[in-house]
């Protein structure tokens, strides 16, 4: 078989050699108890720079034994783009959230012998689900393998918009001690009201972390929580996000974007919002209105936006969101920490060895197969 | 009487008309029980910025009413500053931590009618509490009115050194994508070990927060905590600071500086901690070896620092803290929240009210009184 593998660019300096730390945590499941990739074997040290196209997901060994051929690239943008000359043959393709292979509708057409499209990490929206149904294609993800990642990193981007981190941090670096200008838009978050939009893997995660801050927690989602859950952590339900939207000082996003959650933080919706309010966003950048949202940080109606999403991705030098005031924004990395490479480069791995050997793809795994939405892990593309 | 208060300057705008929110949440009580400030009234709107010179404290009407002389400046370095002159004649004389009116041994022989040295937050060490004792001076600041902001920037500055924010964020302002660049460095919390020296209401609170995060909690103190609480949050004692820190992958330091614990984290320590260890400081700069902390970032044995206390304040221009590598320093600004400021403020104007009126200080805000350590606000300042 023919595997493609779409990869993020080499850091500048070059793929590391040496790294901040000399090993990672060893951490077996999940919350709930799913557990964490189990492939036969592994080809990399967990810690290393795997997502990236030296990287190669670790997976060039395994699959050069197996006999299967391997193709690992960057360049997925142009029109005759490496991605699209290599698909012409390709059996496989994969490619993370990070640096996203569309694999529309015209790339399935030109793709005839398709037969497993694969998402290393979180997030399959940059696939044409319904396509990839019609065509018999396998889509499938590494459910919960940097789920974590990304509500720490939501915790971290709600804490440093409220308290002004980064612009205060600036002022360090650059000279002075203008504790004036670092403060006068610094808060404390106790006694803040907190929503999530959905309350799956991260955002129920993101629920947990933050309750000892003495906030106030909401959540709207289709699919009301136990209410054991709701109890424990204190939760108020909201029938629609727009109520949730209404009701918080900071907004924290995390549904998968599909046609009914598309523009939902339109001006309309941002404009209900307290003035003053926070919005943070790793979820997917076209759930809000890119223009909208500019404004009312320019308007002063919302006090500051976190993000680490895009559209599209990489996002233009140009994008207004790098240069936005009040913005707290990273480049799509919130799920490709080094910890998240690693249970996501062996979430790829067990997905290769099932698919190759002919075995069953573990059901949270699968988001489409036989021709529709599948297993467990496609819940959250169903629209509500 | 004549009150002397030391603030920090304006901003360089100006003193703000317009905040980013239109109010705070409101906050009666502390972990514990112990009630917010209770001032018989206030003359300020909560969410203002009122720890600049500008702001006064929302002092000025108060204090003018009752026929006191109020003198606010920041000015307080030079050989003869302002502070200095007023000081000749002043009762009382009110600093905050994160703008310091060193009150030393000399100055308060020039200052023969002082009575009362007030801190406005949380850390009365800018204060000689020896010569204070000796001349009858009581000493007391806003116990807790901060304690819970320094926790939130705390928990704020671990999760942003390991997950890399500062860095990823300035890549994604500068243009590019280069998502590989920014998680070379990147890990997530989970697993790791944390540690905090000193279980005081900040380390406590840091404790309670990072709880969710499913890291290793270790604490040093000299005082053990209840068992109930040790086993509620899963603490591992440590019986030194050096065993802490040898055992955990994040220091975080919540200790009073003193001199038993000044230099705490020399070249020795550090060098005894686990290759690319992260120290987060939002307590004393005194309590860390300046230029041993830098060599160690330089040549990688440290994979991070973030923190919030300089030695001297304001820092110098050309302070090596504010350049070193994979640093995510922020000029003295934990503390002084606009939430913070309210709190501090109000307790301030209370403890003011009792002073001037023959009325008891609240105990817990006492450090000093009638010629030595007094209060329960002194036990932290008492070495082991």
């Not at 398709?114 to 459910?143: P, Q």
Request: aromatic residues 8%.
């Amino acid at each position: 078989m023919k595997v493609v593998c779409v990869l993020y660019p080499d850091p500048v300096t070059g793929h590391p050699t040496m790294y901040p730390r000399d090993s990672l945590p060893t951490i077996s499941s999940y919350p709930g108890g799913q557990t964490t990739p189990t492939p036969e074997a592994i080809d990399f040290r967990p810690g290393e720079l795997l997502g990236d196209v030296t990287g190669e997901l670790g997976l060039r060994k395994y699959l050069e034994a197996q006999g299967h051929t391997f193709v690992v690239t960057s360049d997925k943008d142009w029109p005759d783009s490496e991605l699209d000359r290599e698909l012409a043959d390709a059996d496989i393709v994969i490619s993370q959230p990070f640096w996203p292979a569309y694999i529309t509708r015209e790339r399935m057409t030109k793709a005839p012998k398709l037969k497993l499209a694969l998402t290393a990490g979180i997030g399959s929206d940059h696939v044409d689900l319904t396509a990839a149904a019609e065509r018999g294609i396998t889509v499938a993800e590494v459910t919960f393998s940097n789920s974590i990642s990304v509500a720490e990193h939501t915790v971290m981007m709600i804490l440093s918009l409220v308290r002004n981190y980064i612009p205060s941090h600036e002022w360090a670096e650059k000279g002075g001690w203008n504790i004036a200008d670092c403060v006068s838009r610094s808060y404390d978050v106790e006694g803040m009201q907190l929503g999530v939009i959905a309350a799956g893997r991260i955002g129920r995660a993101v629920l947990e972390r933050m309750k000892p801050f003495s906030v106030g927690l909401h959540y709207y989602d289709f699919r009301r929580l136990p209410a054991a859950m709701e109890k424990d952590l204190g939760l108020i339900w909201h029938e629609t996000a727009a109520d949730l939207a209404r009701a918080c000082d900071i907004v924290s996003l995390h549904c998968p974007l599909t046609p009914a959650t598309e523009n939902m933080f339109d001006a309309k919706m941002i404009a209900s919002m307290k003035r003053g309010s926070y919005i943070v966003n790793t979820a997917r950048a076209k759930l809000i209105d890119r223009d909208a949202l500019v404004k009312a940080l320019e308007d002063g109606h919302l006090a500051g936006y976190a993000g680490d999403v895009w559209f599209p991705q990489p996002a233009p030098d140009d994008h207004p969101w790098r240069t936005m005031p009040w913005n707290g924004m990273t480049p799509h990395i919130s799920g490709t920490s080094l910890s998240a490479q690693a249970r996501y480069a062996a979430g790829t791995r067990e997905i290769l060895e099932c698919f190759l050997s002919g075995r069953a793809i573990r059901d949270e795994y699968l988001i489409v197969q036989g021709g529709g939405l599948a297993g467990t892990g496609a819940k959250s593309y169903a629209t509500s």
